[in-house]
């Protein structure tokens, strides 16, 4: 592999010069005996059409990254923030309405009194919670959140159910954010509601597209929108409650579509169910979490500091904007009414209905199509691990040219339009489906950490278990909570679902369990040359240039070797007889008549006649179908040949004692043809 050396003539008498040819340097680095390592001009595509499609990919995509970029694809903590946090910061957008379409049903006062004790309750969950998962980062800086830390410290089956709940709930985050976003888009421009799924199918083919790129391009894409969106909410919430404090602020007159105030009692089951509507401010929440690896050094950290970060941003605007809105009377608008928003009405009472409002409209769309981002970074990843512990299919733990785990990323894109086209985009039938799957995670990853502390005995570690056992028994009474009250509404599906993912992820598991068993060999086992005899068998449609060069093949791997010739035609097959006797001497010729016009089964009878025919007393031979194949320039001429062969290597896989070979003949090797041929024909 090293090349080889040629003498050449110098410029002076007796002069001589050197050589070296190295043929694998153009497409490999040598770095020792038997050791490449292959550089991207290995990877590029050798036909027209195979550069077309890597050009327009490098377009769209961006040019491959080697393994080794991968540190440089990390992310800051500014990047981090705006994209792994926009689905929790974007959550403040609507949960405050949650709370008050649950609210309104006990009339103006109950609406306007509790939401705010309510919006407070779930922010001081918000914190237990992330100072928890702040720990869960500490200790398990590989990633996988709630999925590790369950399956390492409580048993493989908790890390199961706390990984399909967050794949459902990923899921949600996207199909929720995505229809609150258009619900946004709706309160500046009401015609947007007719084309809801049009844009809801472009914002998540350009995000799956920017997650395609790399996370660092994809931060730089969604840092702008998150930023915009936070600064200007802040502004929102300073604004308004300056205005309280100085007696301004007055209640809104009420939109001609705005919810009707009921008169039912305010009962404690009525605060529950607001609260629950309103703890979808926590999806999003463990992202950080299941993400560590993502971030530069040192990873837990900074994965640490943004949660904290994160947790403090949602939690002020969250409870602002509920404050804005309790001050100014905001009522929400009818179900798909097209009416506005009632983050959009707050934003009123500051901005009024100028620029800055239509800006903040904007940053808040953005934001919530943004939110997405997040379930895209943290579906893969996750998908990622399940896949190396054998619980989801092997491809979703490949990465693509850009170090992404695009498997993973389309799946999630497809699953999360789906829902949205099922529910016909709206967001207020998708949110009862929403955050049971989160606080199953809570529960269990808080669960597994006190486990983790008592178990590791380090340095405080007993406050840390006092923390997240207070906060395992906070968010299951809350699961609890959330569930009974969401139940009828559409939680049922998820709690149907969680457990239909799990058997998914135990078969797949026992399937690649079983095949592990069936593959491995004794550590003591020695490899040694065959001791098992070989037979070809060659199925030819005729003679051809690619059917000599199937027994060429074949002749190369044993002397008892075969042609058999299927047809249903007796004339022609006498015909064939004659020419190969002719053409093709020292091989014989086997012919089956089909009087059926069947081609595979005759075949599959043959070779079960040639196993039973073979001496019992000797070890079976291993078969070896060796199959020719005419391999066309044109991806347009494929489906013109070779549609037999597909199917004969399509049942042939997988029988017993039998290896399936394919011979492929190429135009290109016409030349090699010619000159073999012993008259100097054209004709080989």
């Known amino acids: ?194 084309y809801r799924i049009e844009i809801a199918f472009i914002s998540i083919s350009l995000i799956t597209i920017g997650n395609l790129r790399g996370l660092r391009e994809s931060g730089n894409i969604f840092a702008v929108p998150t930023y915009l969106f936070v600064v200007l909410a802040l502004l929102i919430v300073a604004g308004g409650i300056s205005h309280i404090i100085t007696g301004s602020a007055a209640p809104l007159p009420p939109q001609p579509d705005a919810i009707p105030l009921g008169n039912e009692p305010l009962t404690v089951f ?53 404050i804005v809105a309790h001050a100014y009377a905001i009522v929400p608008s009818v179900d798909n009414s097209g009416g506005p928003t009632v983050v959009a009405l707050v934003a009123t009472t500051v901005f009024g209905m100028g620029p800055m409002f239509y800006l903040f409209q904007i940053a808040t769309a953005l934001i919530l199509f943004l939110a997405a981002n997040t379930s895209f970074n ?16 092997r491809q979703f733990s490949f990465r693509g040219d850009r170090l992404a785990y695009s498997w993973g990323i389309v799946l999630l894109a497809a699953i999360a339009f789906g829902l949205l086209v099922l529910f016909n985009g709206d967001t207020h039938a998708l949110i009862p489906l929403y955050s049971v799957g989160v606080f199953v995670c809570f529960t269990l990853s808080q669960a597994g950490m006190v486990k983790h502390w008592v178990g590791t005995r380090e340095a405080g570690w007993w406050w840390r278990a006092m923390v997240n056992a207070f906060g395992c ?97 007796p004339d022609q097959a006498s015909r064939m007889r004659a020419q190969w006797d002719r053409q093709v001497p020292g091989v014989p010729l086997v012919i089956v008549e089909s009087p059926y016009r069947a081609l595979v089964g005759p075949l599959l009878a043959y070779l079960d006649v040639l196993d039973r025919a073979w001496p019992p007393d000797k070890p079976e031979p291993i078969t070896f179908i060796v199959i020719p194949e005419y391999v066309a320039r044109h991806w347009w001429e494929r489906i013109l040949y070779n549609q037999s062969s597909k199917r004969l290597r399509t049942i042939l896989i997988g029988r017993p004692h039998t290896v399936v070979v394919s011979a492929p003949y190429r135009r290109e090797e016409e030349a090699r043809f010619d000159q073999s041929a012993p008259d100097g024909s054209s004709e080989p």
């Open 378 to 393: 943290a579906f893969p990843r996750l998908a990622a691990i399940l896949a190396g512990d054998g619980y989801m299919p």
């Open 1 to 194: 592999m090293s090349g080889g050396r040629r003498p050449l003539p110098g410029r002076k008498i007796a002069d001589r010069r050197v050589r070296v040819d190295r043929p694998h340097s153009p497409y490999f680095r040598y770095t020792g005996p038997g050791q490449l390592v292959a550089k991207q001009a290995a990877s590029l595509p050798l036909t027209p059409t195979g550069r077309f499609v890597f050009r327009v990919r490098s377009v769209v995509f961006g040019r491959p990254l080697a393994s080794e970029e991968e540190i440089g694809e990390r992310l800051a903590k500014k990047k981090a923030l705006a994209i792994f946090s926009s689905d929790a910061i974007s959550s403040s957008a609507y949960a405050t309405e949650e709370i008050l379409r649950v609210l309104i049903v006990a009339g103006a006062a109950g609406a306007l009194a509790y939401s705010i004790g309510v919006s407070i309750a779930i922010a001081l969950l918000l914190t237990i919670v992330s100072f928890s998962y702040r720990q869960v980062c500490r200790a398990y800086p590989g990633g996988g959140g709630a999925y590790i830390v369950a399956r390492t410290n409580l048993a493989p089956i908790f890390g199961l159910i706390a990984a399909a709940a967050l794949l459902i709930d990923y899921v949600m985050t996207v199909a929720v954010s995505t229809a609150s976003a258009i619900q946004q888009i709706q309160s500046i421009v009401p015609a947007a509601y007719d």
């Open 270 to 322: 009525l605060l529950l169910r607001a609260f629950a509507g309103g703890s979808v401010a926590l999806t999003g929440v463990e992202a950080i979490a299941n993400g560590v690896p993502a971030f530069k050094k040192p990873e837990a950290k900074n994965a640490g500091n943004t949660m904290i970060i994160m947790a403090f941003l949602l939690g002020v605007i969250f409870v602002g904007i509920t």
């Open 473 to 569: 028994v906070l968010t299951f009474v809350v699961l609890l909570i959330v569930t009974s009250v969401k139940f009828q509404s559409g939680a049922y599906l998820v709690i149907l679902l969680i457990p239909i993912l799990v058997f998914l992820m135990l078969f797949i598991e026992r399937q690649y369990s079983s095949a592990q068993r069936q593959l491995a060999i004794r550590s003591d086992y020695v490899a040694l040359p065959p001791h098992r005899e070989e037979r070809v068998v060659i199925p030819i449609p005729g003679i051809t240039r690619a059917v000599i060069q199937a027994i060429n093949v074949g002749r190369s791997i044993s002397h008892d070797i075969r042609a058999v010739y299927i047809s249903e035609d």
